[in-house]
């Protein structure tokens, strides 16, 4: 079970009974604070540049479904680690209250 200290610091909450992960993600879109730039490029090998990169090969006219899993799966390894170090620092600031 998901630690209800994360929610709005790791994740925005559980997906609502009776919602597909895509009809809970859509109801939440009014409130996104970020967005991505499809078109810039930061040539760096991170999760905004990655996930721009998925964007810009679903814009092809056959995208390759093999590359959008691998960015996919990087863009998730970049995601984990950025998790991993938000609940770090988030126990170092625990810690010193």
């Known amino acids: 079970m998901a630690d209800p200290a994360e929610q709005g610091v790791t994740n925005l909450g559980p997906v609502p009974e009776g919602l597909t992960f895509y009809e809970a993600l859509s109801a939440l879109r009014d409130q996104r604070k970020f967005t991505i730039n499809p078109a810039h ?4 090998l991170t999760v905004c540049e990655t996930l721009r990169e998925i964007y ?13 899993r691998d960015l996919t799966m990087a863009a998730a390894d970049f995601a984990k680690r950025m998790d991993a170090r938000m609940k770090e620092l988030k126990g170092m600031l ?3 209250k």
């Open 41 to 44: 490029q930061s040539r760096r």
């Open 56 to 68: 810009r090969e679903t814009e092809k006219p056959e995208p390759d479904l093999a590359v959008i």
């Open 94 to 96: 625990d810690c010193s």
